[in-house]
């Protein structure tokens, strides 16, 4: 492949296309499409027709770095999810993986479920109105944690996940999108 990615690039794109931006995706899976988006680029060079999986966690891990964008947060066993940074950089340059389809997996029922009702409860959320009517700065930081349904038992790295799960779902809605940008700055303040 004669594109100009480096290898936790592809990883980050192949995270995306697997739904990675709303569900933690398997490091097997990510091997998989990260060899369907640059074939034999992550083989044994011994056995071509074989994924090198320690290679590709190598470079997985290289997507989480702060020096490489952290595009990517998460780890071998709980799986693979974008940040901020990643989905933006994936969403803005996918186009240029031309040979590649780029239609996104399916959701699972369970996805779509979790988004329909999750999009419910927060459009019904004091915050959410409050937002509306008086501004940012009406909103208490209580009501903002309850819109992302964390309070302060929900601490460091699972509270980013939780933040970074509903800002990657939402964060381009027409409707919540503005809401969710805006109340994650309050959450993270705190």
């Known amino acids: ?11 980050t794109f192949a995270v995306y296309l697997l739904g990675g931006d709303s569900h933690y ?21 011994k056995y071509p027709d074989q994924i ?15 020096k490489n964008g952290a595009f990517l947060t998460g780890s071998g066993n ?19 993986l031309k040979e590649v389809d780029l239609s996104r997996e399916r959701l699972r029922k369970e996805d779509i479920h979790w988004r329909r009702s999750e999009k419910k409860r927060m459009l019904g959320t004091i915050a959410f109105e409050k937002l509306n009517l008086e501004g940012a700065g009406a909103i208490t930081v209580q009501e903002a ?6 309070d302060d038992y929900v ?7 939780k933040l970074l799960r509903i800002m990657n779902t939402f964060g381009d809605d027409p409707e919540l999108g503005h809401a ?11």
Do not use: Q, Y
């Open 145 to 150: 944690e309850s819109f992302f349904r964390v």
């Open 1 to 11: 492949m004669d594109k100009p990615f480096s290898n936790f690039e592809i990883m």
């Open 155 to 161: 601490l460091g790295k699972a509270r980013e996940r």
């Open 25 to 45: 995706v398997d490091t097997e899976d990510v091997a998989i499409k990260a060899n369907e988006l640059a074939p034999g680029r992550f083989t044994w060079r």
């Open 52 to 66: 090198n999986i320690d290679n590709v966690k190598a470079f997985l891990f290289d997507a989480r770095k702060p």
């Open 180 to 190: 969710v940008k805006t109340l994650a700055k309050k959450v993270r303040k705190k």
């Open 78 to 96: 709980e799986g693979w999810l974008l940040t901020e940074n990643g989905l933006k950089f994936a969403a803005k340059h996918i186009k240029a």
